[in-house]
């Protein structure tokens, strides 16, 4: 039911910083935790971020201090703030949105997924 669709990456040089967008539609936004996963290439997709319906978050290890996940219940929009940005999180990054509300697909709702390039 829930649509999603993924934005904002590109190319960034180390150290600097990008902020990616998943806006949702279709379904009702605040009834979902949202994550965001990324995937370098020849690499499993690993978990990135997760917040709640209710605001708590989780980063994982290799991100905490860098980057921040957020939501925005009225534009139905989930973000992720990337700082201090290394080569290492180059990757295609991917939203992930989930309840126990309504049906959803086993694993949850995913974006398209976006680009994140950090290189000199």
């Known amino acids: 039911q829930v649509q999603l669709v993924e934005s904002g990456g590109g190319l960034v040089q180390p150290g600097g910083s990008l902020r990616l967008s998943c806006a949702a539609s279709?379904?009702?936004?605040?009834?979902?935790?949202m994550r965001w996963y990324r995937q370098a290439p020849g690499k499993q997709r690993e978990l990135v971020a997760s917040?709640?319906?209710?605001?708590?978050?989780n980063l994982a290890d290799s991100v905490k201090g860098r980057f921040t996940i957020t939501r925005d219940n009225v534009q139905n929009t989930a973000y992720l703030q990337m700082n201090s940005l290394k080569p290492e999180d180059t990757a295609v990054y991917y939203c992930?949105?989930?309840?126990?509300?309504?049906?959803?697909?086993?694993?949850?709702?995913w974006g398209q997924g976006t680009q994140v390039t950090v290189s000199s």
């Open positions: 279709g379904s009702r936004f605040s009834l979902y935790a």
């Open positions: 917040i709640t319906p209710g605001g708590s978050t």
């Open positions: 992930n949105a989930w309840t126990s509300i309504v049906q959803v697909p086993v694993g949850g709702v």
